[in-house]
Structure formats: C-alpha cells, structure tokens
C-alpha cells in the first residue's frame, strides 16, 4: 500500500491501527507480541470543512505541547516549537494544508 493514496475513512482507520499496533509494546508484559487494538468505527465521512486549520490553530496546537516532551521522529525537540511558533506556523500550515489537499503524508 506504500506509494498509495487512501481516502477512505474506514481503510485510514485501519492503516493508523496497524500503524500503531505495530509499533506499540506494554512495558510490564511478559510476551512481547503486538497489541490487539479494535477497528475504530467511522459514523460519517470526513468533509473537507472538517481539515481545515489556520495558521493559529497552529500556533494553539504548539501551546499545546508539554515542554519537557520528548522529540518525535524528526528529532526536532519541543522547546524549539515553541520558542519560533510564530515563524514556524506559516510552514507548517502550508505544509499540512497540502498533504491534507493532496491525500498524501510527506515522509522522512
């Protein structure tokens, strides 16, 4: 599926579920197999109004952060968002605004 453009809201679910049961793992369990985590269930499709954001939903989601949290997978460390969040929200906003125009998710 990898190269593939998937828009629908059932197939995203279960895309993010493997995505998640693969890489998730309880710390106190003895097997360390993967979760099995249930299809979450889509009521209705997804509208276009219901992606959109500006550019201060950004900012607010940055507010968001916890300071101390850790880095994802980009490395780029919290404190960095939130020290430049107003010169990083135009970026950011165009750039998910496109992957959510396009369908597609930008990888590393």
Known sequence: MKGTICTDPQQ?????????????????????TAADFASPTIASRF???????????VV???DELKADAAPG?????????????YAL???????WSKSFDSGAVPAF
């Open 73 to 85: 997978p980009d490395g780029i460390p919290t404190t960095l968002f939130k020290s430049c969040k």
């Open 12 to 32: 995203i679910a279960n895309i993010l579920k493997n995505q998640f049961k693969s890489v998730f793992s309880n710390p106190d369990a003895v097997d360390m």
């Open 60 to 62: 607010s989601a940055i």
């Open 47 to 57: 509208e276009d109004a219901d992606l959109s954001f500006s550019k201060g939903d």
């Open 89 to 95: 929200a135009r970026p950011i906003h165009l750039l």
